[in-house]
């Protein structure tokens, strides 16, 4: 049977350029902060592509470790505003109604 992508359901791509975030330690952390957010948030989500970019750097100044508890609770804070604005997938049965926005390059139904 081939996979399609109503029988993958979301997907998540991430972006972490360098330039934004130069210690690997600081890329890693925001991948996997993203990682378990989207897991939160993923059964409501519509199947598709998801991809989340970084657009804003990092100052390694501002947060000296990655490992900071000031750093994951940023991350954190950021990631569960972003997934919020998203609207959540209708229960099985119901209609939707409105236009709303969805995920990145989702095949039509």
């Known amino acids: 049977m081939p996979l399609t992508l109503k029988s ?3 997907r998540l791509g991430l972006v972490v350029p360098k330039r934004l975030a130069r210690r690997a330690v600081t890329r890693n952390l925001v991948k ?16 598709g592509d998801w991809v989340l970019r970084l657009r804003a750097p990092i100052d390694p100044r501002q947060h ?17 505003g972003l997934f ?11 209609v939707a109604l409105g236009g709303t926005a969805g995920p990145v390059d989702r095949e039509p139904a």
């Not at 000296?64 to 804070?77: F, G, I, M, T």
């Not at 919020?84 to 119901?94: L, N, T």
Request: aromatic share 4%; hydrophobic share 45%.
């Open 64 to 80: 000296r470790s990655a490992a900071s508890d000031a750093l994951r609770a940023v991350l954190r804070d950021e990631l569960a």
């Open 32 to 47: 996997r902060q993203a990682r378990v957010a989207f897991g939160r948030h993923q059964p409501a989500l519509p199947a």
């Open 84 to 94: 919020a604005r998203w609207p959540v997938q209708p229960p099985a049965g119901s």
């Open 8 to 10: 993958v359901g979301a």
